[in-house]
């Protein structure tokens, strides 16, 4: 199982000045640049975690990536968001009452109980050699991600 | 505030008579300006922007939520499709395209809507939503069958297929 670490991501380098004395417009458009800044360095990092997750447990597991890897890549940036807003990679193509909750439980998260048990994933993230749609590939870049995923 | 400061700083600044000149440059009008020539080349019939289709018949995916489900999918008198999907799920960015091509085979026989889980949750959860993508079919607002997963086409029109001949 990945081991997942909690970063703490602020506005460390900011100087934020009181309010009664700040200037109108300028410090609060800088600081919400720089927070979404820091949450775009924060996602870049999960889809940095999940991509090195992913590749090493196709290899782990032989399974292959999707032929059509934007399959692989929106699903990995799934996974990243999972992590960033839920402490845990819950997998993205499910439907949950209570995301909290199966978080907790850990019955779906990735990998899920079906992958580890039967290699079972229906997200179409890691395929066996067998399934019609997998790929060669047991390796995919972050720039591959990035651009998959950028456009939506 | 600002402006007021900004006038009154020009008010002290202000040469002698350019408030008047402003005040009077405003008035100018550009009587020189030319007319524009009638267009000569323009054609006297003009194909109309708006065709009137028979049936009203949608050919497209129609987004359906929380708001207008009732009005979209259960009051449909035709068969309605829905496919649910959600933003980061891998295979509904493949069955995507799947169900375009349903919308525009089908138009007229079939309603294809698609429900995004995330911003619609509590449709999902009425139909016991759990696996991303499902695709569900309703015939006179009742639900009659689920397809789990991204499938083929084929598997698409045999299910639609069964429903539309129906009746």
């Given at each position: 199982?990945?081991?997942?670490v909690?970063?703490?991501?602020?506005?460390?380098?900011?100087p934020?000045r009181?309010?009664?004395?700040?200037t109108?417009?300028?410090?609060?458009?800088c600081?919400?640049?720089?927070q979404?800044?820091?949450?775009?360095?924060?996602?870049?990092?999960?889809?940095e975690v999940?991509?090195?997750f992913?590749?090493?447990?196709a290899?782990?597991?032989n399974?292959?990536?999707?032929?059509d890897?934007t399959?692989?890549?929106?699903?990995?940036k799934g996974?990243?968001d999972?992590r960033?807003?839920?402490?845990?990679?819950?997998?993205?193509?499910r439907?949950?009452?209570?995301?909290a909750a199966?978080?907790?439980?850990?019955?779906?998260?990735c990998?899920?109980?079906p992958?580890?048990?039967?290699?079972?994933?229906h997200?179409?993230?890691?395929?066996?050699?067998?399934?019609?749609?997998?790929?060669?590939?047991?390796v995919?870049?972050?720039?591959?991600?990035?651009?998959?995923?950028?456009?939506? | 505030m600002?402006?007021?400061?900004?006038?009154?700083a020009?008010?002290l600044?202000a040469p002698?008579g350019?408030?008047?000149?402003?005040?009077?440059?405003?008035?100018v009008l550009?009587s020189?300006?030319a007319?524009?020539?009638l267009s000569?080349?323009r054609?006297?019939?003009?194909?109309?922007?708006?065709?009137?289709?028979?049936?009203?018949?949608?050919?497209?995916?129609?987004?359906?939520?929380e708001?207008?489900?009732?009005?979209?999918v259960m009051a449909c008198e035709?068969?309605?499709?829905?496919?649910?999907?959600?933003?980061?799920?891998?295979p509904?960015?493949?069955i995507?395209?799947v169900?375009?091509?349903?919308?525009?085979?089908?138009?007229?026989?079939?309603?294809?809507?698609?429900v995004?889980?995330?911003?619609?949750?509590?449709?999902?959860?009425t139909?016991?939503?759990?696996?991303?993508p499902t695709?569900?079919i309703?015939k006179?607002?009742?639900?009659k069958?689920?397809?789990?997963g991204a499938?083929?086409k084929?598997t698409l029109?045999?299910?639609i297929d069964?429903?539309?001949?129906?009746?």
């Amino acid at each position: 199982m990945t081991s997942t670490v909690t970063t703490t991501v602020g506005c460390g380098g900011l100087p934020v000045r009181p309010l009664s004395t700040a200037t109108r417009g300028r410090p609060r458009r800088c600081a919400v640049r720089a927070q979404a800044a820091g949450a775009d360095a924060s996602n870049d990092k999960s889809v940095e975690v999940m991509r090195k997750f992913s590749e090493q447990y196709a290899r782990r597991s032989n399974t292959f990536f999707c032929a059509d890897k934007t399959v692989t890549a929106v699903v990995i940036k799934g996974l990243a968001d999972h992590r960033d807003t839920l402490g845990a990679p819950l997998c993205p193509c499910r439907h949950y009452d209570d995301k909290a909750a199966e978080v907790a439980q850990g019955f779906w998260n990735c990998p899920c109980v079906p992958m580890r048990e039967r290699k079972e994933c229906h997200c179409m993230l890691f395929l066996t050699p067998d399934n019609d749609f997998a790929g060669k590939d047991q390796v995919i870049s972050f720039e591959e991600i990035k651009e998959a995923t950028s456009k939506f | 505030m600002a402006m007021e400061t900004c006038f009154r700083a020009w008010a002290l600044h202000a040469p002698a008579g350019s408030k008047d000149r402003l005040l009077v440059g405003n008035l100018v009008l550009p009587s020189k300006r030319a007319l524009a020539p009638l267009s000569v080349g323009r054609v006297a019939t003009r194909r109309p922007r708006h065709v009137c289709q028979s049936k009203n018949a949608v050919d497209e995916v129609v987004v359906a939520d929380e708001k207008n489900w009732d009005g979209l999918v259960m009051a449909c008198e035709t068969p309605v499709l829905v496919e649910f999907w959600a933003p980061w799920c891998g295979p509904c960015r493949m069955i995507a395209p799947v169900i375009d091509e349903l919308a525009k085979d089908y138009a007229g026989k079939i309603t294809c809507c698609k429900v995004n889980t995330d911003d619609s949750p509590n449709v999902a959860s009425t139909y016991g939503i759990r696996s991303i993508p499902t695709v569900l079919i309703f015939k006179g607002g009742e639900k009659k069958e689920s397809v789990i997963g991204a499938v083929p086409k084929s598997t698409l029109t045999t299910l639609i297929d069964k429903y539309i001949g129906s009746s």
